[in-house]
């Protein structure tokens, strides 16, 4: 079949607990799999899917379940509404059944006396924007409750900083115990220190040292290792985290071992490698903390360019040009652009000529000609020439 001549739509979606190119490279697969899709790629960084696919041939549903059938999470997000117009509990009955009408939407949950509505849903599968219209359809007026940027927080920073944070954690507590771990371990082995050593406490005794050390890291400061390993195992596609769990796991297993059946090996081979397990989940820990440390100040970088995204847009709509948030705005509407103003999303040029300035996102210090059926980007100044574009990207 011809891709190119099937009813493409373009679907971007958040998923949790990627780690690796193995990770991506494993949702790609399954995403690739589905009837439909025609390309689908995956950003380890933004831990977002951009996927393409034929509407007639797959739903958005169906995506969210591959992306789960590779052991990932598709997270899932909330948004308040001012509902106005209500006076029944049938007309609570009506404003849920029509948000929940939607693909992407889990649940709904309305109040009468406060008119308002607190609603989960999939981000990427659908957008508050759409439930606000839909419930609207109904009959009644919603909006979404937007906290103040002053007093709220963007809900992508927190996920960093929390991930930031719950590393930082485990890596502090991992390093406190494996530091101990291995100077004990390497003790043993320092000739003059090692006679030393085995004068202070018994062989044994050092042994049952190390694993007091030891299980702290293996299952607490590493526990999410043993957590997603065993998710990918589950799932016949292990990465990473299966082969530190397993790695860190045998030698801890053999280690225990040791310590409590000497007997069960041959005379002197009864050893302990318990700094091992320990080094091997401190030393990923770390990666992963420097790892999520660039993530975070990505995302910084990304959110002030975010940042020069015009609040408001004119917009035509039946006709009528009128003034909206950009964020209720939609693919395919016609904005309105006059000179000297920044432009408020990604799209093409359907009327007029201008020179554009696009230094923020390529660093050409002189202006840009663009034309009808030009591409423009979000963000860019607009020169002395009115433009109608239709927005391609939000």
Not at 215 to 227: I, S
Not at 252 to 267: E, I, K, N, Q, T
């Amino acid at each position: 079949m011809d891709k190119t001549a099937l009813a493409e739509n373009q679907l971007t979606i958040s998923i949790e607990g990627m780690s690796c190119a193995g990770c991506v490279s494993r949702v790609e697969t399954a995403l690739a799999a589905v009837d439909g899709v025609s390309n689908a790629e995956v950003n380890l960084a933004t831990k977002r899917a951009n996927i393409t696919y034929d509407t007639s041939a797959t739903q958005p549903a169906a995506l969210v379940n591959a992306i789960s059938s590779t052991g990932f999470e598709v997270p899932a997000e909330t948004a308040d509404f001012n509902i106005e117009g209500m006076s029944c509990a049938g007309c609570v009955s009506r404003a849920e059944k029509a948000a929940l009408a939607l693909d992407g939407v889990i649940t709904s949950e309305i109040n009468l006396a406060l008119h308002r509505g607190h609603i989960t849903y999939t981000p990427g599968l659908v957008t508050p924007v759409e439930i606000a219209r839909a419930v609207t359809d109904a009959g009644y007026t919603a909006s979404e409750i937007k906290l103040d940027d002053a007093i709220g927080h963007d809900r992508e920073q927190r996920a960093r900083e929390k991930e930031t944070d719950t590393l930082r954690r485990a890596l502090m507590l991992a390093l406190v115990f494996t530091a101990p771990l291995v100077a004990i371990a390497m003790g043993r082995m320092i000739n003059g220190l090692d006679a030393a050593m085995l004068g202070l406490l018994p062989e044994r005794s050092w042994m049952a040292a190390e694993w007091l050390l030891a299980t702290p890291v293996l299952f607490y400061a590493g526990r999410h290792f043993h957590k997603a390993g065993w998710s990918e195992i589950k799932h016949f596609s292990p990465g990473m985290n299966a082969l530190v769990m397993i790695g860190a796991g045998a030698a801890y297993g053999y280690s225990v071992l040791a310590l409590a059946a000497p007997g069960l090996f041959p005379a002197g081979t009864a050893v302990a490698y318990f700094e091992a397990a320990g080094v091997i989940v401190t030393l990923i820990l770390f990666g992963r903390y420097l790892e999520a440390l660039a993530k975070g100040r990505t995302s910084a970088a990304i959110r002030k360019l975010m940042g020069l995204q015009v609040p408001m847009a004119r917009v035509e709509r039946d006709g009528v040009i009128s003034e909206v948030p950009a964020g209720e705005l939609a693919i395919g509407e016609r904005v309105l652009v006059r000179p000297g103003e920044r432009l408020p999303v990604d799209g093409i040029i359907l009327e007029g000529t201008s020179f554009i300035d696009e230094s923020m996102i390529s660093g050409e210090p002189l202006p840009v000609e663009k034309t009808t059926d030009s591409e423009v980007i979000g963000g860019t100044v607009n020169g002395n020439g009115a433009l109608t574009i239709s927005i391609s990207r939000i």
